[in-house]
């Protein structure tokens, strides 16, 4: 699998990396791997069943016997569709909470793994380029004001019907990104040889034709 291209997209929550990796996928025509997806899924069903957050070995479990389906846009855990279930700011919380867990990050590590496939994939987390795709071709490290990125997660969620204020919003947000930073495995941080994009005065299409036109350069050298 190693002649298989991977482009890394990471950065901090509602920067934009998931419509800037679903966009650049669709036009290279690869395949999209939505790695906080993994982390929601793996909240969601340890909220379900009421794991406690400092059982690690409970957590370990949940994230190893994950019974989730990606279906194009659509994603699974068991019979049932949490697609939307898995984006509300508590599962993210939680998400980001469980993450820091060795234990967790290991188990989800193999399923990461097992989404490169032909003609290529494009992922997009806080540590696909760090950790997971180290030897990827385009390595992206998007980022955004924490004022752009709550107002971009404000729209989101008052769109698919979750309550927020942007107050809740900046605090969560500050949080989170401390939290994803100042961890001791896998910390938020942009990796080696990462291009780095502001995209606070940015729409998504104009911080997707940046990565393509990278892509394009990385590809004419190879
Ligand atoms: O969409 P947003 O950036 O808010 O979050 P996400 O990408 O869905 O990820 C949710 C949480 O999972 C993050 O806050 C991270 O703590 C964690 N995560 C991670 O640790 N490593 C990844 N590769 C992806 C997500
Ligand atoms: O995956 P991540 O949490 O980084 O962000 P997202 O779920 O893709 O959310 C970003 C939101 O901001 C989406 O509604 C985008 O349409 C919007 N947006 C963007 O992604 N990039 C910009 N440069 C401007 C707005």
Known sequence: THSIPVITIDGPTASG???????????LHFHYLDSGALYRLTALSALRHEVPLNDEHGLAKVAERLPCRFAGDQIWLGNE???????????????SKIAALPTVRHALAGLQLGFRIAPGLVA??????????????????????VEA?????YKQLIDKGF????????????????????RAIAPLKPA????????SHMTADEAVEQVLKWYAAVKKQS
């Open 192 to 199: 080696e040889g990462a291009h780095i994009l502001d995209t």
């Open 163 to 182: 309550p927020a204020t942007m107050e809740d919003l900046l605090k969560d947000l500050r949080e989170r990104d401390a939290r994803d930073s100042n």
């Open 17 to 27: 990396k998931g419509t800037v990796a679903h966009r650049v996928a669709h036009q």
């Open 149 to 153: 990125r709550a107002e971009r997660r």
């Open 124 to 145: 997009d987390g806080r540590d696909m380029g760090t950790v997971i795709f180290p030897h990827a071709v385009l390595k992206v490290f998007l980022t955004a004001s």
């Open 81 to 95: 569709n949490v697609t939307s279930a898995i984006r509300a700011e508590e599962v993210g919380n939680t998400a």
